[in-house]
């Protein structure tokens, strides 16, 4: 099986049986200074291309992917006794699948989108709230079209790890690793 089925099987597992944000997950960045950064995010799609997730193209994870685009993802279910990890290369997605997810946001979500300003220092919440009620007028005719700034990256993975938990700490972990086009399987130590 293509690990990303398997990713793909796990991850509907998982939104039948997690109370709480099934698709959330870890992504780790590595900026020019070599310092990881990791934060939690959405997963937004999955398919044989690899995971995506969506944000703001000035935000601290984009600029670090575009000085090193590359990332590692974590995607844990206490609910399935599961965990995916991911690597590999990042790619931004087409502008055509960044406006259709876009499109399919809330209204407060797209709002949002245009309000944040990503990363950068907010030296109060006023001001935040004052720059909602300043876009939400903007588009005040119902259509909020997708800012310029904000699109999705698509994590191309080239390395795989499928963890599940054993009793007595001898969890089963299987490893694929892309060489070319195919998957190398093995299996891990715990």
């Given at each position: 099986?293509?690990?990303?089925?398997?990713?793909?099987?796990w991850f509907s597992d998982a939104e039948q049986k997690e109370s709480s944000e099934p698709a959330s997950m870890s992504v780790a960045t590595v900026?020019?200074?070599?310092r990881p950064?990791?934060?939690m995010v959405l997963v937004r799609g999955i398919d044989e291309r690899g995971l995506i997730f969506y944000t703001n193209l000035t935000s601290r994870k984009a600029i670090e992917l575009s000085e090193n685009p590359y990332a590692a993802?974590?995607?844990?279910?206490?609910?399935t006794d599961r965990q995916i990890r991911v690597e590999g290369k990042v790619e931004l997605v087409s502008d055509g699948e960044a406006?259709?997810?876009?499109?399919?946001?809330?209204?407060?979500?797209q709002v949002a989108a245009w309000a944040s300003k990503q990363s950068q220092i907010l030296k109060n919440r006023p001001k935040l709230e004052s720059r909602v009620r300043k876009y939400e007028s903007m588009f005040d005719d119902g259509r909020v079209p997708r800012p310029e700034f904000w699109s999705g990256y698509r994590v191309?993975?080239?390395?795989?790890?499928?963890?599940?938990?054993r009793p007595h700490r001898l969890h089963e972990r299987t490893l694929y690793v892309r060489h070319g086009g195919s998957w190398e399987q093995s299996h891990l130590y715990p």
């Open positions: 099986m293509d690990p990303t089925e398997q990713i793909a099987a900026g020019l200074d070599g950064s990791l934060r993802l974590c995607l844990h279910w206490k609910s406006d259709e997810y876009f499109a399919g946001r809330d209204r407060e979500s191309r993975p080239d390395r795989i790890e499928f963890w599940e938990k």
